[in-house]
Protein backbone atom coordinates (compact mmCIF):
# COMPACT_ATOMS: atom_id res chain seq x y z
CA UNK A 1 0.00 0.00 0.00
CA UNK A 2 1.14 3.33 -0.97
CA UNK A 3 1.52 5.78 2.12
CA UNK A 4 1.02 9.40 1.83
CA UNK A 5 3.33 11.39 3.82
CA UNK A 6 2.52 15.01 5.37
CA UNK A 7 0.53 17.40 3.71
CA UNK A 8 -0.50 21.17 4.31
CA UNK A 9 -2.06 24.69 3.21
CA UNK A 10 -3.20 27.64 3.31
CA UNK A 11 -5.65 29.69 1.34
CA UNK A 12 -7.92 32.64 1.59
CA UNK A 13 -11.60 32.36 1.33
CA UNK A 14 -12.54 34.01 -1.91
CA UNK A 15 -14.27 33.82 -4.81
CA UNK A 16 -12.62 32.94 -8.06
CA UNK A 17 -9.24 32.08 -6.62
CA UNK A 18 -7.38 28.97 -7.90
CA UNK A 19 -7.33 26.96 -4.87
CA UNK A 20 -10.36 24.86 -3.64
CA UNK A 21 -10.23 23.18 -0.64
CA UNK A 22 -8.80 19.37 -1.77
CA UNK A 23 -11.27 16.51 -0.93
CA UNK A 24 -10.79 14.95 2.67
CA UNK A 25 -9.72 11.62 1.12
CA UNK A 26 -7.09 13.11 -0.35
CA UNK A 27 -5.71 15.00 2.32
CA UNK A 28 -7.30 13.20 5.45
CA UNK A 29 -8.77 14.55 8.65
CA UNK A 30 -5.54 15.07 10.86
CA UNK A 31 -6.35 18.61 11.33
CA UNK A 32 -8.31 21.24 9.88
CA UNK A 33 -9.46 25.12 10.30
CA UNK A 34 -12.29 26.95 8.39
CA UNK A 35 -12.17 30.52 9.68
CA UNK A 36 -13.86 33.73 8.06
CA UNK A 37 -10.96 34.55 5.79
CA UNK A 38 -8.80 32.07 5.31
CA UNK A 39 -8.78 27.79 5.52
CA UNK A 40 -5.85 25.86 6.83
CA UNK A 41 -4.95 21.80 7.06
CA UNK A 42 -2.69 19.41 8.50
CA UNK A 43 -1.83 15.93 7.86
CA UNK A 44 0.64 14.10 9.01
CA UNK A 45 1.34 9.72 8.36
CA UNK A 46 2.13 8.83 11.94
CA UNK A 47 5.03 6.27 10.07
CA UNK A 48 6.92 9.44 8.90
CA UNK A 49 5.72 12.72 11.12
CA UNK A 50 4.24 13.45 14.16
CA UNK A 51 1.47 15.94 14.63
CA UNK A 52 0.52 18.36 17.72
CA UNK A 53 -2.92 20.32 17.81
CA UNK A 54 -4.09 22.49 20.23
CA UNK A 55 -7.43 23.47 18.47
CA UNK A 56 -6.49 26.42 16.15
CA UNK A 57 -2.65 25.67 16.51
CA UNK A 58 -0.81 22.77 14.79
CA UNK A 59 2.47 21.78 14.83
CA UNK A 60 4.02 19.03 12.39
CA UNK A 61 7.51 17.57 13.20
CA UNK A 62 9.01 15.30 10.59
CA UNK A 63 11.98 13.23 12.36
CA UNK A 64 13.96 14.10 15.71
CA UNK A 65 15.22 16.93 17.38
CA UNK A 66 15.93 17.98 20.57
CA UNK A 67 17.99 20.73 22.59
CA UNK A 68 21.22 21.51 21.88
CA UNK A 69 23.35 19.50 24.64
CA UNK A 70 20.09 17.96 26.45
CA UNK A 71 21.44 14.31 27.53
CA UNK A 72 17.42 13.79 28.44
CA UNK A 73 15.76 11.27 26.64
CA UNK A 74 13.63 12.33 23.54
CA UNK A 75 11.11 13.86 24.72
CA UNK A 76 8.73 15.60 21.64
CA UNK A 77 5.36 16.07 23.18
CA UNK A 78 7.10 18.76 25.50
CA UNK A 79 9.54 20.13 22.88
CA UNK A 80 6.32 20.99 20.94
CA UNK A 81 4.56 22.13 24.12
CA UNK A 82 7.69 24.55 24.56
CA UNK A 83 7.11 25.87 20.52
CA UNK A 84 3.58 26.25 21.18
CA UNK A 85 4.24 28.68 23.87
CA UNK A 86 7.22 30.53 22.53
CA UNK A 87 5.20 31.02 19.61
CA UNK A 88 2.36 32.23 21.03
CA UNK A 89 4.42 35.22 23.13
CA UNK A 90 6.43 35.71 20.35
CA UNK A 91 5.21 35.02 17.24
CA UNK A 92 8.36 32.23 16.33
CA UNK A 93 9.70 29.32 16.33
CA UNK A 94 12.34 28.84 18.89
CA UNK A 95 14.79 26.60 16.73
CA UNK A 96 18.23 28.58 17.41
CA UNK A 97 19.19 25.95 19.87
CA UNK A 98 18.42 22.51 18.61
CA UNK A 99 19.33 19.99 17.03
CA UNK A 100 18.92 16.92 15.25
CA UNK A 101 17.23 16.04 11.54
CA UNK A 102 13.85 17.64 11.34
CA UNK A 103 11.31 19.45 9.51
CA UNK A 104 8.40 21.77 10.96
CA UNK A 105 5.56 23.00 9.80
CA UNK A 106 3.31 25.44 12.24
CA UNK A 107 -0.39 26.06 11.18
CA UNK A 108 -1.67 29.47 12.74
CA UNK A 109 -5.45 29.74 12.17
CA UNK A 110 -5.85 33.07 14.13
CA UNK A 111 -3.31 34.63 12.33
CA UNK A 112 -3.66 33.04 8.94
CA UNK A 113 -0.10 32.04 8.93
CA UNK A 114 1.75 29.01 7.78
CA UNK A 115 5.61 28.33 9.00
CA UNK A 116 7.85 26.32 7.19
CA UNK A 117 11.30 25.46 8.78
CA UNK A 118 14.08 22.77 7.69
CA UNK A 119 17.40 22.38 9.99
CA UNK A 120 20.48 22.00 9.33
CA UNK A 121 20.96 19.55 7.20
CA UNK A 122 17.72 17.21 7.02
CA UNK A 123 17.38 14.49 5.59
CA UNK A 124 13.88 14.88 4.37
CA UNK A 125 12.67 16.89 1.79
CA UNK A 126 9.52 19.65 1.97
CA UNK A 127 7.99 20.87 -1.33
CA UNK A 128 5.76 24.38 -1.52
CA UNK A 129 3.64 25.36 -4.27
CA UNK A 130 2.28 29.16 -3.87
CA UNK A 131 -0.04 31.66 -5.41
CA UNK A 132 -1.88 34.64 -4.41
CA UNK A 133 -4.26 32.88 -2.72
CA UNK A 134 -2.86 30.87 -0.81
CA UNK A 135 0.13 27.74 -0.33
CA UNK A 136 0.43 24.00 -0.55
CA UNK A 137 3.09 22.07 0.82
CA UNK A 138 4.33 18.29 1.65
CA UNK A 139 6.33 15.71 2.00
CA UNK A 140 6.19 14.44 -1.89
CA UNK A 141 6.80 15.83 -5.00
CA UNK A 142 4.23 13.80 -6.51
CA UNK A 143 1.74 14.35 -3.72
CA UNK A 144 2.05 17.84 -4.05
CA UNK A 145 1.50 18.24 -7.54
CA UNK A 146 -1.52 15.99 -7.89
CA UNK A 147 -2.65 18.09 -4.51
CA UNK A 148 -2.43 21.69 -6.59
CA UNK A 149 -4.22 20.38 -9.44
CA UNK A 150 -3.20 22.34 -12.28
CA UNK A 151 -1.19 21.08 -15.46
CA UNK A 152 2.37 19.94 -14.39
CA UNK A 153 4.66 22.36 -16.43
CA UNK A 154 8.45 21.58 -16.62
CA UNK A 155 11.08 23.87 -15.07
CA UNK A 156 13.03 24.30 -18.72
CA UNK A 157 15.34 27.19 -16.97
CA UNK A 158 16.50 23.86 -14.53
CA UNK A 159 17.32 21.73 -17.69
CA UNK A 160 20.94 22.47 -17.90
CA UNK A 161 21.79 21.81 -14.27
CA UNK A 162 19.31 18.33 -14.21
CA UNK A 163 21.30 17.24 -17.58
CA UNK A 164 24.73 17.54 -15.70
CA UNK A 165 24.01 16.54 -12.09
CA UNK A 166 20.80 14.25 -12.67
CA UNK A 167 18.88 16.21 -9.93
CA UNK A 168 18.00 19.65 -9.65
CA UNK A 169 20.01 21.19 -6.82
CA UNK A 170 18.98 23.60 -4.50
CA UNK A 171 15.67 25.31 -4.33
CA UNK A 172 14.04 24.76 -7.90
CA UNK A 173 12.44 21.26 -9.07
CA UNK A 174 12.06 20.19 -12.53
CA UNK A 175 8.77 21.04 -12.36
CA UNK A 176 8.12 24.77 -12.68
CA UNK A 177 6.69 26.75 -9.59
CA UNK A 178 7.45 24.03 -7.47
CA UNK A 179 10.16 24.24 -4.90
CA UNK A 180 12.11 22.44 -2.28
CA UNK A 181 12.33 24.13 1.31
CA UNK A 182 16.62 24.52 1.92
CA UNK A 183 18.21 23.51 4.93
CA UNK A 184 17.99 26.04 7.61
CA UNK A 185 15.48 28.20 5.75
CA UNK A 186 12.63 29.31 7.13
CA UNK A 187 9.23 29.73 4.97
CA UNK A 188 6.45 31.72 6.25
CA UNK A 189 2.98 32.53 4.28
CA UNK A 190 0.76 34.89 5.64
CA UNK A 191 -1.84 37.90 4.57
CA UNK A 192 1.32 39.72 3.49
CA UNK A 193 1.98 36.67 1.18
CA UNK A 194 5.22 34.34 1.21
CA UNK A 195 8.44 35.78 2.86
CA UNK A 196 12.08 33.62 3.10
CA UNK A 197 15.27 34.10 4.92
CA UNK A 198 18.14 32.24 5.75
CA UNK A 199 17.89 31.41 9.95
CA UNK A 200 20.94 29.03 9.73
CA UNK A 201 24.23 28.63 7.78
CA UNK A 202 26.85 26.48 8.14
CA UNK A 203 28.91 29.24 10.22
CA UNK A 204 26.49 29.16 12.60
CA UNK A 205 27.71 25.33 13.64
CA UNK A 206 31.33 26.70 14.10
CA UNK A 207 32.47 27.31 17.73
CA UNK A 208 35.04 25.16 19.32
CA UNK A 209 37.87 23.36 17.12
CA UNK A 210 38.10 19.68 17.92
CA UNK A 211 41.61 18.43 18.36
CA UNK A 212 43.02 15.54 17.08
CA UNK A 213 43.81 13.54 19.91
CA UNK A 214 40.47 13.20 20.62
CA UNK A 215 38.55 13.36 17.21
CA UNK A 216 37.87 9.12 16.94
CA UNK A 217 36.54 9.48 20.35
CA UNK A 218 33.96 11.86 19.93
CA UNK A 219 33.06 10.97 16.05
CA UNK A 220 31.84 7.77 17.97
CA UNK A 221 30.22 9.58 20.95
CA UNK A 222 28.47 12.14 18.43
CA UNK A 223 27.43 8.93 16.11
CA UNK A 224 25.90 6.90 19.10
CA UNK A 225 23.96 9.72 20.69
CA UNK A 226 22.58 10.24 17.03
CA UNK A 227 21.62 6.44 17.14
CA UNK A 228 20.45 6.04 20.63
CA UNK A 229 17.87 8.94 18.91
CA UNK A 230 16.80 7.14 16.01
CA UNK A 231 15.74 4.20 17.93
CA UNK A 232 14.34 6.37 20.72
CA UNK A 233 12.27 7.59 17.92
CA UNK A 234 11.97 4.35 15.73
CA UNK A 235 12.83 1.12 17.92
CA UNK A 236 12.63 -1.23 14.30
CA UNK A 237 15.01 -0.05 12.49
CA UNK A 238 17.90 -1.87 10.18
CA UNK A 239 20.68 -0.42 8.62
CA UNK A 240 21.29 -0.59 4.55
CA UNK A 241 24.23 -2.25 4.80
CA UNK A 242 26.46 -1.78 1.51
CA UNK A 243 29.62 -2.91 2.89
CA UNK A 244 31.30 0.47 2.57
CA UNK A 245 33.11 2.58 4.88
CA UNK A 246 29.71 4.59 5.89
CA UNK A 247 27.55 1.75 5.87
CA UNK A 248 29.73 -0.47 7.38
CA UNK A 249 30.67 2.50 10.63
CA UNK A 250 26.59 2.87 11.27
CA UNK A 251 26.22 -0.85 11.57
CA UNK A 252 29.75 -1.12 14.15
CA UNK A 253 28.23 1.48 16.04
CA UNK A 254 25.05 -0.11 16.39
CA UNK A 255 26.04 -3.21 16.88
CA UNK A 256 28.07 -2.07 20.19
CA UNK A 257 26.44 1.03 21.55
CA UNK A 258 22.99 0.24 20.66
CA UNK A 259 21.38 -2.94 19.90
CA UNK A 260 20.45 -5.17 22.91
CA UNK A 261 22.80 -8.50 23.19
CA UNK A 262 22.91 -11.32 22.72
CA UNK A 263 20.40 -11.04 19.58
CA UNK A 264 21.95 -10.78 16.49
CA UNK A 265 20.89 -7.20 14.31
CA UNK A 266 19.65 -7.54 10.94
CA UNK A 267 20.94 -5.42 7.81
CA UNK A 268 19.03 -5.06 4.37
CA UNK A 269 20.82 -4.75 0.43
CA UNK A 270 19.69 -5.15 -2.64
CA UNK A 271 20.97 -8.04 -5.19
CA UNK A 272 21.13 -7.04 -8.69
CA UNK A 273 21.33 -10.77 -10.80
CA UNK A 274 23.86 -9.50 -13.25
CA UNK A 275 27.80 -9.68 -13.75
CA UNK A 276 28.32 -6.17 -13.06
CA UNK A 277 26.78 -6.47 -10.09
CA UNK A 278 28.06 -10.05 -7.92
CA UNK A 279 30.75 -7.86 -6.38
CA UNK A 280 28.60 -6.14 -4.93
CA UNK A 281 26.60 -8.50 -3.63
CA UNK A 282 29.89 -9.56 -1.97
CA UNK A 283 31.06 -6.99 -0.18
CA UNK A 284 27.77 -6.54 1.21
CA UNK A 285 27.90 -10.19 2.71
CA UNK A 286 31.41 -10.44 3.76
CA UNK A 287 30.98 -6.54 5.85
CA UNK A 288 27.80 -8.79 7.07
CA UNK A 289 29.87 -11.47 8.30
CA UNK A 290 32.41 -9.44 10.00
CA UNK A 291 30.06 -7.05 11.59
CA UNK A 292 28.09 -9.92 12.61
CA UNK A 293 24.88 -9.10 11.30
CA UNK A 294 21.98 -11.56 10.26
CA UNK A 295 22.11 -9.75 6.52
CA UNK A 296 19.15 -9.78 3.90
CA UNK A 297 19.54 -9.81 0.48
CA UNK A 298 16.12 -8.41 -1.18
CA UNK A 299 16.48 -9.62 -5.24
CA UNK A 300 15.73 -7.31 -7.70
CA UNK A 301 14.96 -9.73 -10.52
CA UNK A 302 12.47 -8.05 -12.50
CA UNK A 303 13.25 -5.39 -15.46
CA UNK A 304 14.96 -2.36 -14.81
CA UNK A 305 12.55 -0.34 -15.89
CA UNK A 306 10.02 -1.60 -13.24
CA UNK A 307 12.07 0.04 -10.26
CA UNK A 308 12.57 3.57 -12.50
CA UNK A 309 8.69 3.67 -13.26
CA UNK A 310 7.88 2.78 -9.99
CA UNK A 311 10.05 5.37 -8.52
CA UNK A 312 9.76 8.47 -10.67
CA UNK A 313 5.28 7.83 -10.22
CA UNK A 314 5.84 7.64 -6.34
CA UNK A 315 8.13 10.20 -6.10
CA UNK A 316 7.61 12.94 -8.94
CA UNK A 317 11.87 13.24 -8.28
CA UNK A 318 14.62 12.58 -11.00
CA UNK A 319 16.80 9.82 -10.02
CA UNK A 320 20.14 10.79 -9.38
CA UNK A 321 21.73 7.54 -8.91
CA UNK A 322 21.19 4.28 -11.02
CA UNK A 323 19.94 2.52 -8.10
CA UNK A 324 18.04 4.77 -6.26
CA UNK A 325 15.57 3.48 -8.61
CA UNK A 326 15.61 0.21 -5.97
CA UNK A 327 14.96 2.07 -2.53
CA UNK A 328 10.44 1.73 -2.88
CA UNK A 329 11.13 -2.12 -3.65
CA UNK A 330 14.14 -2.33 -0.49
CA UNK A 331 11.57 -0.55 1.57
CA UNK A 332 8.71 -2.69 0.63
CA UNK A 333 10.60 -5.81 1.34
CA UNK A 334 11.94 -4.39 4.91
CA UNK A 335 7.76 -3.64 6.05
CA UNK A 336 7.28 -7.46 4.82
CA UNK A 337 9.80 -8.22 7.48
CA UNK A 338 8.51 -5.75 9.93
CA UNK A 339 10.92 -3.17 9.89
CA UNK A 340 9.64 0.16 10.30
CA UNK A 341 12.75 2.37 9.70
CA UNK A 342 15.79 2.38 7.05
CA UNK A 343 19.70 3.52 8.47
CA UNK A 344 21.46 5.19 5.58
CA UNK A 345 25.07 5.97 5.38
CA UNK A 346 24.43 9.10 2.62
CA UNK A 347 26.09 12.18 3.24
CA UNK A 348 29.73 10.58 5.04
CA UNK A 349 31.91 11.33 1.77
CA UNK A 350 30.87 14.85 2.04
CA UNK A 351 31.82 14.91 5.44
CA UNK A 352 34.92 13.42 5.30
CA UNK A 353 36.61 13.26 2.21
CA UNK A 354 35.70 12.11 -1.66
CA UNK A 355 38.24 11.19 -3.82
CA UNK A 356 38.44 14.21 -5.61
CA UNK A 357 40.08 15.72 -2.81
CA UNK A 358 43.42 13.94 -3.67
CA UNK A 359 43.17 16.38 -7.02
CA UNK A 360 43.05 19.32 -4.79
CA UNK A 361 46.23 17.97 -2.42
CA UNK A 362 48.70 16.67 -5.19
CA UNK A 363 47.89 20.94 -6.82
CA UNK A 364 48.74 22.16 -3.60
CA UNK A 365 52.38 20.10 -3.34
CA UNK A 366 52.81 21.15 -6.84
CA UNK A 367 52.53 24.41 -6.20
CA UNK A 368 54.74 24.56 -3.19
CA UNK A 369 57.51 22.74 -4.85
CA UNK A 370 57.32 24.80 -8.28
CA UNK A 371 55.78 28.10 -6.11
CA UNK A 372 55.72 30.36 -9.69
CA UNK A 373 53.27 30.33 -12.60
CA UNK A 374 55.80 30.62 -15.01
CA UNK A 375 57.67 27.01 -13.72
CA UNK A 376 54.48 25.45 -13.72
CA UNK A 377 53.51 26.06 -17.10
CA UNK A 378 57.07 25.11 -18.02
CA UNK A 379 56.16 21.81 -16.44
CA UNK A 380 53.11 21.46 -17.86
CA UNK A 381 54.27 21.43 -21.46
CA UNK A 382 56.95 19.33 -20.86
CA UNK A 383 55.33 16.33 -18.83
CA UNK A 384 52.40 16.51 -21.79
CA UNK A 385 54.63 16.25 -24.38
CA UNK A 386 56.13 13.01 -22.47
CA UNK A 387 52.42 11.76 -22.45
CA UNK A 388 52.16 12.46 -18.63
CA UNK A 389 48.40 14.15 -19.25
CA UNK A 390 47.63 13.38 -15.48
CA UNK A 391 50.41 15.28 -14.20
CA UNK A 392 50.06 17.96 -16.54
CA UNK A 393 46.50 18.69 -15.82
CA UNK A 394 47.47 19.00 -11.99
CA UNK A 395 49.89 21.21 -13.09
CA UNK A 396 47.31 23.82 -14.69
CA UNK A 397 44.77 23.28 -11.96
CA UNK A 398 47.41 24.19 -9.47
CA UNK A 399 47.23 27.71 -11.50
CA UNK A 400 43.51 27.64 -10.71
CA UNK A 401 42.84 26.19 -6.97
CA UNK A 402 40.97 29.55 -6.06
CA UNK A 403 39.09 29.69 -9.73
CA UNK A 404 35.61 28.68 -9.10
CA UNK A 405 34.48 29.46 -12.72
CA UNK A 406 36.79 27.06 -14.70
CA UNK A 407 34.56 24.07 -15.38
CA UNK A 408 37.30 21.29 -14.80
CA UNK A 409 37.53 22.68 -11.14
CA UNK A 410 36.80 20.18 -8.67
CA UNK A 411 34.03 22.13 -6.89
CA UNK A 412 32.22 21.99 -10.14
CA UNK A 413 33.00 18.04 -11.52
CA UNK A 414 31.81 16.42 -7.36
CA UNK A 415 28.69 14.54 -8.28
CA UNK A 416 28.53 15.48 -11.99
CA UNK A 417 28.26 12.41 -14.21
CA UNK A 418 27.48 14.09 -17.26
CA UNK A 419 28.33 13.49 -21.07
CA UNK A 420 29.66 17.62 -21.54
CA UNK A 421 30.21 17.83 -25.08
CA UNK A 422 26.04 16.29 -25.36
CA UNK A 423 25.03 18.91 -23.35
CA UNK A 424 27.12 21.53 -24.72
CA UNK A 425 25.68 21.03 -28.05
CA UNK A 426 21.77 20.66 -26.82
CA UNK A 427 22.12 23.82 -24.41
CA UNK A 428 25.41 25.20 -25.07
CA UNK A 429 28.82 26.34 -23.54
CA UNK A 430 27.00 29.50 -21.30
CA UNK A 431 23.93 26.90 -19.71
CA UNK A 432 26.77 24.92 -18.35
CA UNK A 433 28.59 27.45 -17.11
CA UNK A 434 25.60 29.39 -15.57
CA UNK A 435 24.24 26.09 -13.99
CA UNK A 436 27.90 25.39 -12.27
CA UNK A 437 27.29 28.89 -11.23
CA UNK A 438 23.84 28.43 -9.39
CA UNK A 439 25.17 24.94 -8.03
CA UNK A 440 27.72 27.24 -6.66
CA UNK A 441 25.62 29.91 -5.45
CA UNK A 442 24.65 27.33 -2.61
CA UNK A 443 27.97 28.07 -1.36
CA UNK A 444 27.96 31.81 -0.76
CA UNK A 445 24.70 31.09 0.65
CA UNK A 446 25.43 28.85 3.19
CA UNK A 447 29.06 30.72 4.47
CA UNK A 448 31.52 28.12 3.17
CA UNK A 449 34.99 29.90 3.15
CA UNK A 450 37.11 29.93 0.10
CA UNK A 451 38.73 27.02 0.44
CA UNK A 452 38.92 24.45 -2.47
CA UNK A 453 38.60 21.37 -0.19
CA UNK A 454 35.70 23.08 1.98
CA UNK A 455 33.61 24.32 -1.08
CA UNK A 456 33.98 21.12 -2.98
CA UNK A 457 32.83 18.90 -0.18
CA UNK A 458 30.19 21.38 0.72
CA UNK A 459 28.64 21.10 -2.42
CA UNK A 460 28.43 17.78 -3.09
CA UNK A 461 26.91 18.01 0.56
CA UNK A 462 24.33 20.68 -0.46
CA UNK A 463 23.68 19.63 -4.04
CA UNK A 464 23.96 16.02 -3.99
CA UNK A 465 23.86 14.24 -0.83
CA UNK A 466 20.69 16.01 0.84
CA UNK A 467 18.95 15.57 -2.51
CA UNK A 468 20.02 11.59 -2.70
CA UNK A 469 18.87 11.60 1.17
CA UNK A 470 15.47 13.42 0.17
CA UNK A 471 14.79 11.12 -2.97
CA UNK A 472 15.38 7.71 -0.88
CA UNK A 473 13.01 8.76 2.19
CA UNK A 474 10.46 9.66 0.09
CA UNK A 475 10.74 6.40 -1.59
CA UNK A 476 10.84 4.69 2.17
CA UNK A 477 7.58 7.26 3.24
CA UNK A 478 5.48 5.89 0.22
CA UNK A 479 6.15 2.22 2.04
CA UNK A 480 5.06 3.28 5.53
CA UNK A 481 8.92 3.68 6.24
CA UNK A 482 11.38 6.23 7.70
CA UNK A 483 14.73 6.40 6.77
CA UNK A 484 17.44 8.14 9.04
CA UNK A 485 20.68 9.60 7.50
CA UNK A 486 22.90 9.77 10.67
CA UNK A 487 25.75 11.44 8.46
CA UNK A 488 23.00 14.41 7.87
CA UNK A 489 22.00 15.37 11.43
CA UNK A 490 22.93 19.12 12.64
CA UNK A 491 25.37 17.20 15.26
CA UNK A 492 27.22 15.40 12.69
CA UNK A 493 27.74 18.43 10.76
CA UNK A 494 28.98 20.53 13.71
CA UNK A 495 31.18 17.88 14.17
CA UNK A 496 32.66 17.86 11.12
CA UNK A 497 33.18 21.43 10.51
CA UNK A 498 34.96 21.78 13.67
CA UNK A 499 37.75 19.23 12.93
CA UNK A 500 41.11 20.68 11.49
CA UNK A 501 41.49 20.45 8.13
CA UNK A 502 44.53 18.07 8.21
CA UNK A 503 42.25 16.05 10.45
CA UNK A 504 38.87 15.85 8.29
CA UNK A 505 40.87 15.67 5.02
CA UNK A 506 43.27 13.78 5.61
CA UNK A 507 46.25 13.88 2.75
CA UNK A 508 45.49 11.64 -0.05
CA UNK A 509 43.57 9.27 2.25
CA UNK A 510 39.93 10.39 1.90
CA UNK A 511 37.60 9.22 5.15
CA UNK A 512 40.97 8.50 6.90
CA UNK A 513 39.12 9.55 10.09
CA UNK A 514 35.75 7.33 9.69
CA UNK A 515 38.17 4.04 8.82
CA UNK A 516 40.45 5.10 11.95
CA UNK A 517 37.22 4.89 13.83
CA UNK A 518 35.68 1.45 12.03
CA UNK A 519 38.94 -0.09 12.95
CA UNK A 520 38.12 0.17 16.77
CA UNK A 521 35.07 -1.83 16.20
CA UNK A 522 35.40 -4.43 12.76
CA UNK A 523 38.50 -5.87 11.39
CA UNK A 524 41.08 -3.87 9.57
CA UNK A 525 40.17 -5.42 6.19
CA UNK A 526 36.84 -4.03 6.41
CA UNK A 527 37.97 0.10 6.55
CA UNK A 528 40.61 -0.46 4.10
CA UNK A 529 39.78 -2.89 1.25
CA UNK A 530 38.92 -1.32 -2.26
CA UNK A 531 35.97 0.63 -2.21
CA UNK A 532 33.10 -0.48 -5.09
CA UNK A 533 31.49 1.87 -6.98
CA UNK A 534 28.18 0.14 -6.43
CA UNK A 535 27.44 0.93 -10.14
CA UNK A 536 24.92 -0.72 -12.40
CA UNK A 537 25.18 -1.84 -16.47
CA UNK A 538 23.07 1.08 -17.38
CA UNK A 539 24.88 1.49 -20.90
CA UNK A 540 24.49 -1.95 -21.67
CA UNK A 541 20.53 -1.55 -20.58
CA UNK A 542 20.28 1.36 -22.93
CA UNK A 543 21.98 -0.28 -25.64
CA UNK A 544 20.44 -1.46 -29.10
CA UNK A 545 19.83 -5.05 -27.61
CA UNK A 546 19.29 -3.91 -23.93
CA UNK A 547 16.22 -4.28 -21.65
CA UNK A 548 15.26 -0.79 -21.89
CA UNK A 549 15.81 -0.13 -25.28
CA UNK A 550 12.40 -0.42 -25.60
CA UNK A 551 11.75 2.90 -23.68
CA UNK A 552 14.56 4.30 -25.23
CA UNK A 553 13.24 4.22 -28.83
CA UNK A 554 9.93 5.79 -27.36
CA UNK A 555 11.74 9.02 -26.15
CA UNK A 556 9.90 12.17 -27.44
CA UNK A 557 10.62 14.76 -29.63
CA UNK A 558 12.12 17.81 -27.10
CA UNK A 559 13.40 20.97 -28.54
CA UNK A 560 16.29 21.42 -26.67
CA UNK A 561 17.89 17.81 -27.83
CA UNK A 562 20.39 18.61 -30.91
CA UNK A 563 19.39 15.27 -33.54
CA UNK A 564 23.04 14.57 -34.12
CA UNK A 565 23.86 13.92 -30.29
CA UNK A 566 21.24 12.05 -30.46
CA UNK A 567 21.88 9.85 -32.69
CA UNK A 568 25.54 9.65 -31.47
CA UNK A 569 24.08 8.84 -27.96
CA UNK A 570 21.64 6.29 -29.57
CA UNK A 571 24.24 4.34 -31.00
CA UNK A 572 26.80 4.59 -28.29
CA UNK A 573 25.07 4.92 -24.55
CA UNK A 574 26.23 7.73 -22.39
CA UNK A 575 24.70 9.88 -19.60
CA UNK A 576 23.40 12.13 -21.51
CA UNK A 577 20.95 9.22 -23.32
CA UNK A 578 20.20 7.74 -19.48
CA UNK A 579 19.20 11.38 -18.34
CA UNK A 580 17.17 12.16 -21.28
CA UNK A 581 15.37 8.19 -20.71
CA UNK A 582 14.68 9.64 -17.34
CA UNK A 583 13.37 13.42 -17.90
CA UNK A 584 10.96 11.84 -21.43
CA UNK A 585 9.70 8.87 -18.39
CA UNK A 586 9.06 11.66 -15.60
CA UNK A 587 7.62 14.08 -18.85
CA UNK A 588 5.09 11.70 -19.85
CA UNK A 589 3.66 10.54 -16.31
CA UNK A 590 3.54 14.15 -15.13
CA UNK A 591 3.44 16.37 -18.17
CA UNK A 592 1.83 14.97 -20.72
CA UNK A 593 -0.59 12.57 -18.02
CA UNK A 594 0.36 9.59 -20.70
CA UNK A 595 0.06 5.97 -18.52
CA UNK A 596 3.66 4.66 -18.96
CA UNK A 597 2.96 0.13 -19.57
CA UNK A 598 4.63 -2.05 -18.11
CA UNK A 599 6.68 -4.47 -20.23
CA UNK A 600 5.54 -7.86 -18.57
CA UNK A 601 3.12 -9.76 -16.81
CA UNK A 602 6.05 -9.79 -13.90
CA UNK A 603 5.84 -5.97 -13.55
CA UNK A 604 2.49 -5.75 -13.45
CA UNK A 605 2.52 -8.13 -10.62
CA UNK A 606 4.83 -5.84 -9.02
CA UNK A 607 3.11 -2.56 -9.67
CA UNK A 608 0.12 -4.47 -8.06
CA UNK A 609 1.95 -4.28 -4.64
CA UNK A 610 1.79 -0.45 -5.06
CA UNK A 611 -1.65 -0.48 -4.66
Not at 73 to 81: H, K, T
Not at 136 to 164: I, K, Q, Y
Not at 499 to 506: A, G, H, I, K, N
Request: aromatic share 10%.
Amino acid sequence: MNHKSYLGGIWRRCEGGRFTPPPAETIGEDWGWIGERAELFLRGAPAIARLFTWDGLAILLRGYARPRGSSAPLDLERLAEELRCHYLETGELDVDALDGSFTLALCDSQANRVILYRNLIGSGSTYYHTCSEGMLFAGNLAELVELTGSAALPNRDALPSFFLFRCVPGRETLFADHFRLLPGEELIWDQRGLTRRQRHTFADLIDNPIPEVIAVEQLDAVMATILADGRSLRPSACNLLSGGVDSSYLQAIWNSAIWPKPRLPTSYSICVDHPHTWPDTDYAMTASRMLGTVHRLIPADAPYETYLLDTLETTAEPLNHVQSAYFGHLARAMAADGVATGICGEGADSLFGVGLANQVHNAQVLRKLLPTRSLRGLAAQITELLGFDRLAHTLRFADRLEDWNWLDHPVNRVAMFADLSAVEACFGRAAILQATEERRSLLDQYKIPNDPLQRMHAVGFLGEAMDSAGLWSTAFHRAGLDLLCPFLDSRMLRFALNLPESVRFRFRRPKDLLKRALTRHAPAELAHRVKLGFGQPIFAWLSRDGQLRRLVDRIGEYAFVDRATLQRVLHKPTWFLSTLLVYDTWHRLFVDREPVQFASAHQRSLAQMRI
